[in-house]
């Protein structure tokens, strides 16, 4: 037993020399070892990790308002909120990020326009809100493909893509924001109509209008849109009856009448008139010939509502 004491005793003296003489080694080793799990964390786990959770949110988007259009540029609002973060991204931070617009299923992606995002802090029901930002449209072809779908569909998916700075604390790592949602299109302005209608003395008229009124436009849709004056034709029964302008048409959600102006052929205007006296149904075939913002045409507007087609009932006098 003394022997194997004094043994034991010799060994640990020698482990306790080599610590003392080699203190330093062992030091750097450890430092080595906590870079390494660091790096490890940093490089690999994080962004993994982070990517993830981040892929788990969802955008709700509550209202997208269009200002001050033009051939090249745009005025935007986006209020919005993002939920379902959970772990990492519960608590993290994103900082403020560039995205860009475009239709999912597009090949290839082709952006229509950006957004400047503000910093998003991690939570529950995030607001992520912007107001007035001006932004250059990055595609005319593909912001005229968005608007036909947009004003010519039920739903549409958009998705949204950036990339930016993710803080978990002290800790950062880039990540990628991808998301597509879908959203509430005009679905051809169904349920357009026209409430109330006036004859004018066409000599008595600037712009030689004979008819105006008021005409109800249904707004599905989470857009509000300054679409200028918007340009029409209309006929009925496949005859021309002539043309006409909702001026200043600046639509928003919901359900909302605007006022109308138009130019109908004298010789369309007599059985016109004759068979809304009469109390029968009159359906106008009407529609876009183009729309300009102080005689400055807005060809993304322009054509997706000279291609849509849309039954306007005329609502008659009781």
């Known amino acids: 037993m003394a022997s194997s004491t004094g043994k034991n005793g010799e060994t640990?003296?020698?482990?306790?020399?080599?610590?003392?003489?080699?203190?330093?080694?062992?030091?750097?080793?450890?430092?080595?070892?906590?870079?390494?799990?660091?790096?490890?964390?940093?490089?690999?786990?994080?962004?993994?990790?982070?990517?993830?959770e981040l892929d788990k949110t969802v955008l709700n988007l509550h209202s997208f308002t269009i200002l001050d259009p033009s051939p090249t540029s745009l005025l935007l609002s986006l209020n919005s909120t993002i939920t379902g973060a959970g772990g990492i991204a519960a608590h993290a931070r994103?900082?403020?990020m560039e995205v860009v617009f475009f239709l999912e299923n597009h090949k290839p992606i082709q952006p229509f326009m950006s957004l400047r995002l503000p910093s998003i802090k991690g939570g529950d029901a995030v607001p992520v809100i912007t107001t007035n930002v001006t932004t250059n449209i990055t595609s005319v072809p593909a912001l005229t493909e968005?608007?036909?779908?947009?004003?010519?569909?039920?739903?549409?998916?958009?998705?949204?893509?950036?990339?930016?700075?993710?803080?978990?604390?002290?800790?950062?790592?880039?990540?990628?924001?991808?998301e597509a949602i879908t959203i509430k299109g005009f679905n051809q302005l169904k349920g357009m109509e026209i409430e109330e209608y006036t004859l004018l003395d066409q000599t008595k008229q600037a712009d030689g209008s004979n008819l105006a009124g008021k005409v109800l436009?249904?707004?599905?849709?989470?857009?509000?849109?300054?679409?200028?004056?918007?340009?029409i034709n209309m006929s009925l029964n496949g005859q021309t009856l002539?043309?006409?302008?909702?001026?200043?048409?600046?639509?928003?959600?919901?359900?909302?009448?605007?006022?109308?102006?138009?130019?109908?052929?004298?010789?369309?205007?007599?059985?016109?008139?004759?068979?809304?006296?009469?109390?029968?149904?009159?359906?106008?075939?009407?529609?876009?010939?183009?729309?300009?913002?102080?005689?400055?045409?807005?060809?993304?507007?322009?054509?997706?509502?000279?291609?849509?087609?849309?039954?306007?009932?005329?609502?008659?006098?009781e």
């Not at 306790?16 to 660091?38: N, S």
């Not at 006296?277 to 322009?302: C, E, H, K, Y």
């Open 146 to 178: 968005f608007s036909a779908l947009l004003l010519g569909s039920e739903t549409l998916r958009v998705a949204i893509r950036g990339r930016t700075t993710l803080w978990a604390g002290k800790l950062h790592t880039k990540v990628n924001y991808n």
């Open 217 to 231: 436009i249904p707004n599905p849709t989470v857009f509000e849109i300054q679409m200028g004056d918007v340009h």
């Open 12 to 52: 640990t003296d020698k482990v306790g020399r080599h610590y003392r003489r080699f203190w330093w080694v062992w030091l750097i080793a450890f430092c080595l070892l906590v870079l390494i799990v660091m790096i490890i964390v940093v490089y690999a786990i994080l962004p993994a990790v982070g990517q993830k």
């Open 94 to 96: 994103l900082e403020p």
């Open 242 to 317: 002539g043309n006409g302008t909702i001026p200043g048409l600046h639509i928003r959600p919901g359900n909302h009448t605007y006022d109308f102006r138009a130019g109908v052929q004298i010789a369309a205007l007599v059985p016109l008139v004759t068979a809304l006296g009469s109390g029968s149904s009159v359906v106008l075939d009407v529609r876009g010939n183009g729309t300009d913002i102080n005689g400055v045409s807005i060809p993304w507007l322009a054509g997706p509502l000279s291609s849509l087609d849309v039954k306007v009932p005329v609502k008659t006098k």
